[in-house]
Nanobody
Framework: QVQLVESGGGLVQAGGSLRLSCEASGLTFSSYAMGWFRRAPGKERAFVASIRWNGGSAYYGDSVKGRFTISRDNAKNTVYLQMNSLTPEDPAVYYC??????????????????WGQGTQVTVSS
């Protein structure tokens, strides 16, 4: 049984930082690209970032480029999202997801087979 468990969400002031973690189990972690998506109230799920199986390439949504950094530790089956310079546009539930590399659809939800339950990020102005 595959499980993705996010942690690290919470309340932060605008301009502050948070680091999200997502620990995976029940799958061969190093065979999957990993991604982060977010859903804000009243909005559709949006791509945030993804990283290839070996960490060699990473991709970002336009709204987070230069502020967020995705990384992974295959020895710990964990992917991270370092979020800096948080703004009032960033609050959402953040989800991590696992994508089989053969699909090659790193920006799109349909490229991902497994999803976590999400962690809430709130930014106070």
């Amino acid at each position: 049984q595959v499980q993705l468990v996010e942690s690290g969400g919470g309340l932060v002031q605008a301009g502050g930082s948070l680091r999200l973690s997502c620990e995976a189990s029940g799958l061969t972690f190093s065979s999957y690209a990993m991604g982060w998506f977010r859903r804000a109230p009243g909005k559709e799920r949006a791509f945030v970032a993804s990283i290839r199986w070996n960490g060699g390439s990473a991709y970002y949504g336009d709204s987070v480029k230069g502020r967020f950094t995705i990384s992974r530790d295959n020895a710990k089956n964990t992917v991270y999202l370092q979020m800096n310079s948080l703004t009032p546009e960033d609050p959402a539930v953040y989800y991590c997801a696992a994508a089989p590399e053969y699909k090659g659809r790193y920006y799109y939800p349909d490229g991902y087979d497994y999803w976590g339950q999400g962690t809430q990020v709130t930014v106070s102005s």
